[in-house]
């Protein structure tokens, strides 16, 4: 039987064997395995090492730290290669700390072996996808290894550990924003039960744990990003955070938006059609609420990772941008989840019925993708369209059965 041990050695070389053929495919074929966001993040770090602004770098959207992380890409030979060693570092620490958490499991929650273990912690530590994506210089690895120290931290028992968790994830969304949606969920687990006449809901009552949590975490966030702010001014707010607001990306995106999107792209600023809604900000609306309101309410004291993975799905299926990165940010959360969920025992065949569904609906958008872009064929106007509402669809069925399934 492999053991922890040997299971890590054989993500690690994994990860090895896909970067070096990366290597081999980027300097001998036409389509390049590195990711074109991996050159953006090393252009950017290229002008912070000269003295300048990581802004400079257009389409560079992202916090300056993580064009100051990459600094050593900028010395000669080898070094180009520096950032995805971080990511892929950044990747395995993840999923060490799943590992981790599946082994902290309480008594109360459902008994696994440690076969079963491993197998869900496989679903991070030798998916190829996952690998792919840091190994191809996506940076997604270093935000994910944030969250899951931080919610590592939180669910020890320590005053001290209570801190170290809110200072992680105020460092997570500076990063990159979107991991506020777990502050409501974590300031409800860590609230006194207080019962209400809503069944299965307890109100939200203050208590040494959450305050000190919501103070500490906007005290990291807060400082961080006021450094940034300092340094760079009022640009780095703009092309960090402020640019989400109004992102119109309609290329490579599964979102039901994306068609509108396109649409509202190719509208000029003179025409009526362009002063109507902004549903690039009304997106948010529906997003939030229910991933920031609903589902903490419903689910934070029940199982407070299950509640994190169920939050950051219904935040990526509503999303107004979605690709295939933006798995991985509910990803981290799936082996426990499939712990505590019917889905992965009593209820396997609807699990793996809505498996199917899932990733049928999502190629069932790539089989159309692939005929407008690379056959020419006009498939926008309506494959596209419904292809999308599909995959909407099939993630909203998702969502019923998983919140069904806790």
């Not at 919610?151 to 506020?180: C, D, M, Q």
């Not at 702010?229 to 039901?256: V, W």
């Not at 065949?349 to 993708?369: E, F, K, P, V």
């Not at 005929?371 to 106007?381: A, M, P, S, Y």
Request: hydrophobic fraction near 50%; proline fraction near 3%; aromatic fraction near 16%.
């Amino acid at each position: 039987m492999v053991n922890l041990t040997a299971f890590i050695a054989i993500a690690v070389a994994l990860r090895i064997g896909f970067f070096a053929f990366g290597l081999y495919q980027d300097a001998h074929m036409p389509v390049k395995y590195t990711d074109i966001d991996y050159l953006v993040f090393s252009d950017a770090s290229k002008y912070v090492y000269n003295g300048m602004s990581p802004y400079m770098r257009e389409t560079y959207r992202y916090t300056p730290v993580l064009a100051w992380l990459l600094l050593p890409n900028n010395w000669s030979g080898v070094w180009c290669h520096y950032g995805k060693v971080v990511f892929m570092l950044g990747d395995l620490v993840t999923g060490y700390i799943i590992t981790k958490l599946l082994s902290q499991l309480k008594p109360n929650q459902r008994k696994i072996t440690e076969k079963r273990k491993l197998i869900y912690a496989s679903i991070w530590l030798l998916n190829p996808m996952v690998i792919t994506i840091s190994t191809r210089g996506s940076s997604e690895s270093v935000l994910t290894s944030m969250i899951m120290l931080s919610l590592y931290y939180l669910l020890s028992t320590s005053r001290e550990n209570l801190v170290v968790s809110a200072i992680w994830l105020g460092i997570a969304i500076h990063f990159k924003i979107y991991p506020v949606i777990y502050l409501p969920s974590i300031l409800y687990y860590l609230s006194d039960k207080v019962e209400t006449p809503l069944p299965g809901i307890s109100s939200l009552k203050l208590n040494w744990k959450n305050i000190t949590f919501l103070l500490v975490t906007c005290a990291s966030f807060s400082t961080l990003t006021a450094l940034m702010y300092l340094i760079y001014g009022q640009e780095f707010l703009d092309e960090t955070y402020l640019y989400h607001l109004t992102r119109l990306d309609h290329r490579h995106n599964f979102s039901i938006y994306n068609v509108l999107l396109y649409y509202k792209s190719a509208v000029l600023g003179s025409s009526p059609l362009s002063t109507g809604y902004d549903i690039e900000k009304l997106a948010f609306i529906p997003q939030l609420v229910i991933s920031g309101i609903v589902i903490p309410l419903l689910l934070a004291k029940q199982d407070l990772i299950s509640c994190l993975f169920i939050q950051t799905f219904v935040f990526v299926a509503f999303n107004k941008v979605i690709t295939s990165q933006y798995f991985i940010w509910f990803l981290i959360f799936l082996p426990h989840f499939l712990t505590r969920s019917n889905l992965a025992t009593t209820r396997r065949t609807r699990g793996a019925i809505i498996l199917l569904l899932w990733i049928g609906s999502q190629a069932c958008w790539l089989y159309n993708a692939y005929r407008l872009e690379f056959l020419g064929e006009n498939t926008f106007d309506y494959a596209m369209l419904y292809s999308a509402v599909f995959f909407f669809l099939s993630n909203c069925i998702c969502i019923r059965e998983f919140i069904a399934s806790v």
